[in-house]
């Protein structure tokens, strides 16, 4: 069985129901908790005094299944009360004082609420740091490493990185020239150690356009299987051949993860100056 309720706008329903002087009634009753349909029904039971179902819908406005439905949520809320038994049943409006009991009741529920949500509050606080430990996120497949190095075009800050550019473009063709480039117009910066490969050098000669900085090191020494990106709190690590993307979310070992790149990268410098001297 399907009862159809009436939904008819407020400021319809207040011109198609309300008394003279009555339409400010229906908005107050609606400030203090009613529908408008509710408050256009208690209206009708104070005018109509005591009252079967299909007087008090014809009054109200309202049709008579959505009538049945509004009378029992005013009785729940104290508001009507149902006099008489059947057939003669009859509904009829409780003193308009119980409004100022009914408003009593909802300030203390909120009271409790406030109280339950201090001391739930105060109990969440100590899962506080349990939910600080290092979030891990784990990607697979070319469409994950893909998704994991779309993060690094969140960063804040220069990405710090080793990678294999021959192993990266091997993985997913065709998508980090356009990656170069799209990180560039965010203007996010990359500081990165490459090993030295065809591919590599060709990739520097971009350094400029592409905000990168590079330094390359021996292919034979160094090969960066997996590749790391550093960047705001997060490592994310990338390994093209097992087609595994991992990203951990942690200031801490961040922190930690660009101190280390950084001696690296001191080192890297320095290597590439012996190599250039004569």
Known sequence: ??????????AKYARKVAK??????????????????????????LRLGPSIVSAVARESGV?????????????????????GKEPKQEYVAESPD?????????????????ETAEALALELKSLHNITDRPRVRFYEGADGLRQAYEDTLSAKEKIRAY?????????L???????????????????????????SIERAVHDDEELRESVLVS???????????IYDNK?????????????IESEEVADAMKKIFELAWLGAKYLEQRKTRP
């Open 163 to 171: 990678a294999s550019i021959d192993d990266m473009h091997a993985a």
């Open 20 to 45: 003279p002087g009555e339409r400010g009634f229906l908005s107050s009753l609606s400030a203090l908790g009613l529908s408008d349909k509710e408050a256009g029904v208690y209206l009708a039971l």
């Open 219 to 229: 292919g034979n020494q160094y090969t960066f299987h997996p590749e790391i990106n």
């Open 63 to 83: 049709n008579r299944a959505t009538a049945y439905v509004i009378l029992d949520t005013l009785i729940t809320k104290g508001l009507a009360r149902i006099s």
């Open 98 to 114: 119980t409004l100022v009991v009914l408003l009593k009741k909802q300030a203390e529920e909120a009271k409790r609420k406030h």
């Open 235 to 247: 490592t994310m690590i990338a390994s093209w051949r097992e087609k595994l993307g991992i990203i």
């Open 173 to 199: 063709p065709g998508y980090f020239p356009r990656y170069y480039k799209r990180r560039a117009d965010k203007g996010i910066p990359i500081r990165a150690i490459f090993p030295t490969t065809p591919d």
């Open 1 to 10: 069985m399907f009862i159809v309720i009436d939904t008819i706008p407020f």
